[in-house]
């Protein structure tokens, strides 16, 4: 795909998430078909009601109609189980974002705060600020999250809890007390390569260690 068929793309999976999910970041429509964009496809299949074995990074012609059209049946691209599928997943998701924003939310200021409109472990904000202020254009796209949402979201990639290697589930370095400070906690973020390559100029203890399989995730650990 050429730069401008990548922004329509991109500005196509915003326009979904801020239509049918809640508290999702919007991509930067950038024309990067990099991590953050293929990672984005894969979930957006998950709430169109692709099955399992079907959530890629394709952009195909089957995406970009069902972009156009998330609730119309259609043979073959949008049978009528697929359509009750995928308005299932999004209720759920809907349910599980409000739920965890109003229970992180109640500990703003006590060990919480809030960056970019999202939930992040205190300690951290000073180490974004700096970022930006060296360069870094992105946002952040996850912080701080409930252990009960870690999971939804793997089920969301893999259909289970936890996946091996990919999403740690209740055990994820996201879910963390308010009372814990540094080195708990853990982000995800646009603009990663420019983000990553910051934290190493300025001595931020947060980095990563997951590479191809996950490098928008940052954490003192790096997974």
Not at 38 to 50: D, N, P, T
Not at 96 to 110: I, M, N, P, R
Request: net charge positive.
């Amino acid at each position: 795909m050429t730069g401008a068929q990548v922004k329509a793309l991109q500005r196509s999976l915003n326009k979904f998430t801020n239509r049918f999910l809640k508290y999702v970041t919007p991509l930067r429509v950038d024309g990067d078909y990099g991590a953050a964009t293929k990672k984005r496809i894969k979930a957006v299949k998950y709430y169109l009601g692709y099955p399992k074995a079907e959530r890629n990074a394709k952009a195909d012609a089957e995406l970009r109609w069902r972009l156009r059209h998330p609730k119309r049946y259609n043979r073959r691209y949008a049978p009528l189980r697929r359509l009750t599928t995928a308005a299932r997943r999004r209720v759920r998701q809907r349910k599980a974002a409000e739920k965890d924003h109003a229970q992180l939310a109640q500990h703003h200021g006590k060990g919480f705060s809030v960056f970019d409109g999202k939930t992040v472990a205190a300690w951290m904000v000073p180490w974004l600020q700096r970022s930006r202020r060296e360069g870094w254009r992105g946002t952040v796209v996850s912080g701080v999250r409930t252990p009960e949402y870690s999971e939804h979201l793997c089920f969301q990639m893999c259909g289970r809890p936890s996946c091996p290697g990919r999403c740690a589930g209740r055990s994820s370095n996201h879910n963390m007390l308010p009372s814990q400070g540094e080195p708990f906690g853990a982000l995800d973020v646009s603009d990663y390569a420019n983000f990553g390559r910051i934290q190493r100029q300025i001595g931020s203890p947060l980095r990563n260690a997951l590479g191809a399989r996950d490098p928008v995730h940052f954490s003192v650990s790096g997974r």
